[in-house]
């Protein structure tokens, strides 16, 4: 049940995604079409895409942080024994959630401040703008305490204890090329 609804969430956020990135990029076409062609332009284009730019950002950055998608520098910890590795992960996962309490708190007070400050074309209140940090807030400690539950529960392996994910063709397969032993030139190892 649990497992299905995290793929609903992330589908869902998936989807939005996509569908923020679509109206943005047909709203800036259009309007650079329009500006160009025809010496007019869509009045709402310009704080519409600013407005999903936010929040395919923050919405972004929830899901990167559930698929371990996000930068960071982890080879220390890759170093550690697996309880230590463990006990880092939960110390910052504690952090995250801190400033995860933060965003929450200081985004419902700007958004009850922006609750009647409208934008001049859209006509909807600013707080659309700073409802994404609550919004944030709360996914981003969901997807972290998911994550904590994936390491002390065990479903996480040895490999997975870390706190970013390695693509394909990173430095760390780069090393492991160099590392290989090497055959004659012009043949395959």
């Known amino acids: 049940m649990v497992a299905r ?3 609903w969430i992330t589908r869902a956020l998936e989807v939005t995604l996509v569908a923020c990135l679509a109206v943005m990029a047909l709203l800036v076409f259009a309007n650079v079409v329009l500006r160009y062609a025809f010496d007019s332009g869509v009045a709402l284009s310009e704080e519409l895409s600013r407005l999903l730019f936010v929040w395919l950002i923050f919405l972004g ?4 942080s559930r698929q371990h998608a996000h930068l960071g520098f982890d080879s220390l910890l890759q170093r550690l024994p697996v309880r230590l590795r463990k006990a880092v992960i939960v110390l ?8 995860c309490a933060f965003f929450v ?3 419902i007070a700007q958004t009850r401040i922006n609750l009647d400050n409208r934008y001049p074309v859209l006509g909807i209140p600013y707080a659309a703008l700073y409802a994404v940090a609550v919004v944030f ?3 981003l400690a969901a ?3 998911l994550n904590v539950r994936d390491v002390l529960s065990g479903r996480a392996s040895e490999e997975q204890l870390v706190l970013t994910r390695t693509l394909e063709g990173s430095l760390d397969d780069a090393r492991a090329d160099a590392k290989a032993p090497a ?3 012009g043949r395959p190892t």
Not at 61 to 64: K, R, T
Not at 92 to 99: E, F, R
Request: glycine residues 18%; proline residues 7%.
């Open 105 to 107: 708190i200081g985004g």
């Open 92 to 99: 910052n996962a504690t952090l995250m959630l801190v400033a």
């Open 143 to 145: 997807s972290i305490l």
């Open 61 to 64: 950055a929830i899901l990167a």
């Open 183 to 185: 055959g004659p030139p």
């Open 5 to 7: 609804l995290e793929r």
């Open 137 to 139: 807030g709360i996914g």
